[in-house]
Every structure is written in C-alpha cells, then in structure tokens.
C-alpha cells in the first residue's frame, strides 16, 4: 500500500440490529484509519465528511492524528471541533441532511488519522449500504451484521466478484453474526459519462425481512408489499377531506374539456406551470405529501406536494389518479429487487390511460404530457391504485425517434465569408430541454445564449438576428439564428474549400481508457437530423463533393449524404442514438469509438468550389 499516496488502513462498518422498547433500531460502528504517504495526499485528503439524516443519531465521535516527529515517535492530536453543515442544495432546497467536516490537524507525510463513531437508526425501512471500494486503496475492509434470533435477515450483493470477499456465518445462542472481509482492496476507478456508484461498484444492502417477538412476526422488508403498506400508512390521510378550494379549482381548469385525457392534461399542464418546485426534507415531511388546499395557496411545494395536488385535482374532476413513489436513475434498484426506501428518492403521479401509465412529473416546468421526465425513464415506479394495493409497472426509455432535433441551414458565400440562416425545431425530450433552458432567461440572456450557440460553430461568428420560440407557444419550440462567419472559406487559388457540416456533435465523445469497465452513461436516446443548403455562387462550379459516409448498427449510428440540386450543394446529415438502458456496456466500446472515428473523419471532408473560366 505504500505505493500509493494515500490509503485507508481500515475500514469497518458493524451493525447490530437490536430491540429497544418492543422496537427494531440499528447501531452502527464506524472506524476509518488512514495514513498518507506523499506532500500530495496532505492536501488531497486531509478532510472527510459524515452525513446523517433526522432518522440518525451520531453518537461516540471521535478523531485524532497520529503525526511522526524527527525523534521517531509520534504526536497524537485530538479533534474536538467540526464544521457543522445542513446539506441544502441552493437556495430552493431545505434538507434536514447534516454533514459534519472533519479536518486533520497537523498532517506531514507519513501522519495517520483516526475516525470512529456510531450512527443509531430507528426507521429500518431502509438501510445503509456497505460498499467495498473507494475512492482510496483499502489495506483492511470488515463489514459485520449482528442479528438477534429473532430476526431474519437476507442480502442483497451488487456487483461483487467472485472470491472477492471471505464470508463468513456465526450461530450463537441469542444472535447470528454475518461478516465479509476483504484485504488489499484497489481504489474504484471513476470515468466521465459514467452512472452513479451503484450501478458498478461491489456493495451489499441488509433487510431486515421480519421479526417475531411475543409469538407475533411483524414483517418489515419481506417484499414489496411491506414498503406499500408503509407509504400508505404515511399518505392515507392525505386529501381525504379536499376542500371546495380544490373542487373549484379543478372545474375551472377543465372548463370546455371534452374528454378524460383532455382533462389530465390541463391538471398536469396546470401545475407545473403554476406551483413552482421548491424541494423540503425534514423528518417525516420528506416522506408524506402536504394537503393540496395548502400547496395551492402557498403556490410551491416539493415532489410530494406537486403529486398531492395533482392527485387532489384529478380526484375533483374525477379521474382515477395516483399516488406514484419512484427513484430517479442514480439508483439502479428496482422494488422487486430491493424493497426498501433506498430504491426511491422522488414521487410523483399517475394515470392509467386504456393500458398504458402516463407519469405525470410536474417537477419539470416543461415537461411533456405523456412522456417521463429524463431522470425516471427505464425506472420501476409504484404505484397506489388503493390504500392496499398497487402497481409495480416500469417507466419507459424515450426512444431516438421520438426525441429529435431538426435542422436547415441556409448558406451564402460573400467572397470567403458565409452568411447563415439557421432554423432549429425540438421534438420530445429534446423540446423540454430546451424550454427549460430558456425558462427564467431575459432577453439579454437569450441574446448571450444565442451567441453562444453560434460561437460553438466558430470563434468568429457574429450573430445578427435571433428568435427564441418556447414550448408555451407551440408544442414544437425552434429558434433561428441569422449569423455570419468571417473568413470561414478558404480560398487557394480559384478554388474554395468549405466544411458544410456545421453541427459536429459527438466529435470528441470517444472512450480513450483502454481498462474501462464502467457502464457510459446517456441522459436520454437522441436523433438529429440537419440540412445544409449552399447557394453555388453565379461564377463557381463544385469540382468535389465529399463522399457519402454512414455507419450503422443496433444502439447509435450516423449517415451523411451530399449531392448537387439545381444551382444547390446539398449535405443530409442524420444521426442517431438509441440505447434501450441509456447505458452502454464495455463490450460495446469498441465499436463505438469506431463510430466516432468515422464520424470525425467525416467531420473534417470540405466541398471544393471552383471558379468558373471566362
């Protein structure tokens, strides 16, 4: 481990599941233990946080450095004072998320620092996870769970290799002792574009599935039906008894609808537009909605409250609405696999219509009815069809073709300048986005966007004209952009070369780790289809268009095409996207850096223009 400029010389995390007044809580005890080795790690890693939520309580904190003098011994430092913190997010956030920072005192090369602290739970409904890589080399990593008979437990390994970890089970009279331990553990690689943590690093979950105590079992994890059971109980009462507010509300939205979808829509459309998302997390308030009369006069509200009122309205205008919990993709778990609230970290509503579920997540001020918002495509939702019974039923990956962008360039030479005239239309996913670029913008932000924009085309592009059209105005929303290039032509002797390929997306996306193995990671499926038109000057003729070039598989692919139209050089560019997970796989790396290999190369191929002789 001395190779390496820092490394945890222990990591444990044992957990003792035990009774207290007739109810399950957990202890946990930490011990971290680090020691650094080079000047680069004193100031890498000379601070290290502990977070811990209302359902926690930190307990037995304590940190000190062990740091070497020149007589060989060493000075052990004790820290008593710690930077304090809620974990907000901005100002539109409150969370009761508190986040300790420690700070090692006195460090020099070949210091160690010591942490150890116990973290008590009452609400077992979820679970801390164990994770056996890092961000540091591990020397010795233990994990134990400790559980009285009573008890049954089970485990949920994720992305663990074989003889990974050495495992063992340990029957005493009143308790069963479960350990893993691992020795020389190498520190987890992080790659750009990748998923969160879960999705690739080795890491167990515990669920506690019952316990019987008097001859009575009390199930608590078993399944997906207990996490159910659990949230119904937390929202039973929630707009059980909506006021007249709401009532009027809601006939006055879905005034001169003529049917039930109609209706869904103006609700959806409604809220996201008139309550603005302001997320809050404290105690059980992060995890049971507000009354709907509430969030409507206060006009914000969090996920839940957002789901509360929708839920509240489409019960007024009589469609049968639901309340939808659900994670966002930074969680790889489903509820069939892992029935505890760590799977979920959002909520929403839904609405079945015929056979299908429309997820109508108003946290998106543009979203678009009928399609997810991008963070909770591919993902498990549940869904509250009662106060005891529900749906599990899996949100849908927006495919390429429904998530496009369109694109016509109209192109004129002056001398070796170009002057553009450029319409870009968004459809899908892509239509949301861009809406939500522009939402809060003044127009004096929308000009710098516009320019923006342009510049990434070239440096010396000057913007001249621009229209911004939002999704409020239509359900496809463009822009134009009227903009000159300075000296974008090059001119050797009576020939001009031009790159017509203005849009070069993707060009720089190839994968360059040759060890990766993490999964590259999409925000959402894409298509793009772009036009460019060059007017042929009076005195010039094209004596080379680039070839026409494609490549084409299942998941991503591209095709460009050129030809010569009337007084008209013509390039067709299509490409494309489409990954059913939003991840791609090491396997296919390969091939795609192939794909962008011959998408770049593509990229670089100019039209030559020559003039004409007199």
Known sequence: MDKYSAYIMLYSQETTIELNDKHLISKTDYKINFKFNDEKSLKLYRSYPISYS????????????????????????????????????????????????IDFLGLVVGSEAYISYTMTTEELHFTDPMIFKYYLPIE????????????????????????????????????????????????????????????????????????????????????????????????????????????????????GCVSEIEKVEKIYDWVKSNIRYVAFEAGMEGLVPREAEAIYLKRYGDCKDMSSIQFALLRAAHIPACLTWIGTRSIPYTYSEVPLKNTDNHMIAAYKNGKEWIFLDATDPNGIFGLPTDEIQGKQAMIGLTDSTYELAMVPVVSAGSNKTTKECQIKLSNNDVSIHMTSKFEGLFA?????????????????????????????????????????????????FDFTIKEYVKEVGNEKYINLLLDKSLANNQITEESRTTPYSFNLNMSLYNKYVLAIPENYKVTFKPENTSFKNENFGFEIKYQIVEEQLICNQMLYVDFPTLLMSAKQFNDWNEFIKLLSKAYKESAILEKKMK
């Open 54 to 101: 209302h359902f926690d309580k930190l307990e037995n904190l304590e940190v000190y450095t062990k740091n070497p003098t020149s007589n060989g011994k060493f000075k052990k430092i004790e820290i008593k004072d710690f930077k304090k913190s809620n974990a907000s997010r901005g100002s539109i956030f409150y969370s009761d998320q508190v986040e300790i920072d």
């Open 140 to 255: 010795a990593l233990q994990y134990k769970l400790t559980v009285p008979k009573n008890v049954h437990v089970s485990f949920i390994e994720k992305n663990m290799p074989p003889n990974f970890v050495t495992y063992a089970k340990q029957e005493k009279k009143n308790e069963t002792i479960y350990s893993w331990n691992a020795n020389n553990v190498e520190p987890e690689k992080f790659s750009d574009h990748a998923p969160s943590l879960f999705y690739f690093t080795p890491h167990i979950l515990y669920k506690i599935n019952d316990y019987t105590l008097d001859g009575v079992r009390k199930n608590i994890s078993n399944s997906s039906d207990d996490l159910f059971q659990w949230y119904s109980n937390n929202t039973k009462e929630v707009n059980k008894n909506a006021s007249g507010k709401i009532q009027i509300l809601a006939d006055s939205i879905t005034k």
């Open 432 to 480: 949301g986005n861009f809406a939500n670029q522009i939402h809060y913008l003044t127009e004096k932000e929308k000009e710098e966007s516009a320019k923006g924009t342009i510049k990434s085309i070239s440096n010396n592009a000057i913007l001249n004209k621009y229209t911004f059209s939002t999704k409020e105005e239509k359900k496809m929303p463009e822009t134009t």
